[in-house]
């Protein structure tokens, strides 16, 4: 596979080891701070959050925030909603403690050195902190993890980080930085990577003449896909959606450049589906399931993509004023990125070591829906080998 000039690459062992606590009922809420500047002196404190984080709720939801004592002035609860604000003031808004949808808490190790660990992250668990999920997240237990850990480690200042993400419905192979060396080591080869979209060749090869990080993804797509090699080069942008502030992440001409590469590994004819292993090039949001729906099989059971790299559902115009318990805005009808129900595996990542120079080959083990028929059978096999003995 790797030419004679390539360094030898070492194969981690599939990990044993697991952590993770059970979430608590309710988390601790959240505060967050503003510091009132000229341009928002003389405004109320109404005019001020529902101008300023109209996303976060709507008009009357920010009165009941304010008329609940959730908004402090300079240390001090507010609760007229009228109040003029004055340059240099601090103020606080606290959201109160809910309980976060159900999410999986156990992670596996896959590998782990004084710079990286690697996790295998399971399905309908979030990475970091947005909208419902500001505790049940991935960074929460490794923030726990470490505070556990043993007085050396925790003598380095170790703050382990994910750096990159994997949507909340994928799971598989998830890299985390445990030292600021390799946070800004890793984080420049991702970035280093999307820069370089469309130098395709051998993956080790690649590892030695500039591609630092690869990595490779299983996915079971809607449809039979007829060729057994696609590369998609499909640019990605964003496009208004309802309950996404930022923008929803679509197939868009004018957006940028994302290349994935796709082999058909097997292909269901009775069930009308096809597995398949997607080797990304770039990192855009959610690539995958937009470039495999553009070419017309979005990944089975994907609630938001549809054929074309587009959403189900077309943007509204139409905003949803009513507010849950807390003031915000109701959960979208529609359905949003965060949604589950797809079949996508982070299975395998090579990895040019920051500090070692070595490359490292890291695998997630397959979920049994995302095995050939032969893989199985394999797998089958040692687990009775290792029965009988």
């Not at 992440?249 to 004018?254: D, G």
């Amino acid at each position: 596979m790797a030419n004679s000039n390539a360094p030898e690459t070492t194969t981690v062992e599939e990990s044993r080891s697991f952590f993770g606590l059970p979430w608590p009922d309710l988390n601790d809420g959240l505060y967050y701070s503003d510091a009132v500047s000229s341009s928002d002196s003389e405004l109320t404190l109404i005019e001020f959050y529902s101008g300023k984080y109209k996303n976060s709720a709507p008009l009357q939801g920010w009165l009941q925030r304010i008329h609940n004592g959730q908004i402090t002035i300079d240390g001090v609860v507010v609760k007229e909603h009228n109040t003029v604000l004055r340059v240099g003031s601090e103020l606080v808004y606290y959201r109160l403690p809910w309980n976060e949808p159900n999410a999986p808490y156990m992670l596996q190790v896959l590998y782990e050195d004084d710079d990286l660990i690697a996790l295998n992250k399971p399905s309908g668990l979030q990475v970091l902190p947005g909208g419902l999920f500001q505790q049940r997240t991935v960074l929460t237990q490794l923030q726990w993890w470490a505070k556990n850990q043993t007085s050396s480690l925790l003598s380095q200042e170790s703050h382990p980080v994910p750096v990159h993400r994997l949507g909340r419905g994928t799971s598989g192979i998830l890299l985390c930085a445990k030292s600021k060396f390799a946070k800004t080591h890793l984080a420049a080869y991702f970035a280093d990577g999307t820069s370089r979209v469309g130098d395709i060749g051998d993956t080790t090869t690649k590892l030695v003449k500039g591609r630092k990080i690869s990595k490779i993804y299983r996915a079971l797509v809607d449809g039979i896909l007829k060729e057994d090699k696609v590369i998609i080069n499909q640019p990605i942008g964003t496009v208004r959606y309802p309950g996404v502030a930022k923008g929803l992440y679509v197939a868009l001409p004018s957006g940028k450049p994302a290349l994935s590469k796709v082999e058909t590994l097997e292909r269901d004819v009775q069930g009308n589906r096809t597995l398949v292993q997607v080797e990304i090039e770039s990192g855009r949001p959610h690539q995958i399931r937009i470039h495999l729906s553009f070419i017309g099989h979005p990944l089975l059971g994907d609630p938001l993509y549809v054929v074309g790299g587009q959403p189900k559902c077309a943007e509204s115009e139409s905003v949803d004023e009513s507010f849950a318990q807390d003031g915000g805005y109701q959960r979208p009808t529609k359905p949003v990125p965060g949604d589950c129900g797809y079949h996508l595996h982070a299975h395998q990542l090579f990895l040019l070591h920051p500090t070692t120079n070595e490359v490292i080959k890291i695998t997630a083990a397959l979920p049994p829906i995302l095995q050939t028929r032969t893989e199985t059978e394999i797998l089958m096999e040692v687990n009775g080998a290792e029965q009988q003995i």
